[in-house]
């Protein structure tokens, strides 16, 4: 029966070279260099010790700071964007307020074309 230590690097047929994270009873537990975690009967597994290293993990990225600026121009066009969304909602409002007053009035309108018997 196969046997491999914990950080080995494999190669699998099918997914290509990993590294094993965890051996269980009669399962290997690896990880791919394409950061996927598979698990594998270990006897059953077409597993291979391999001698290529690791491939080296980037650093993450930093987030950029927004960019400062002195004439206050990033607040202005903050501020505007914010009326901008305000007239907006206030607009859907009017639009909402003025189809709910046409409604009324149609049913109004109806009512009166009716003669009560």
Known sequence: MKRFDIG???????YGLGSVIAVEDAFTRIQFDDSTVKKFLTSLAKIE???????TKRP???????AKSTDGTEKAAKTAKTAKTAKTVKATKTKSAAKATKTKS???KA?????DP
């Open 106 to 108: 149609a049913a109004k």
């Open 60 to 66: 993450r990225a930093r987030k950029r700071a927004a």
């Open 8 to 14: 080995a690097r494999i190669h699998e047929p099918t």
């Open 49 to 55: 010790p391999s001698s290529e290293p690791a491939p």
């Open 111 to 115: 009512a009166a074309t009716i003669p």
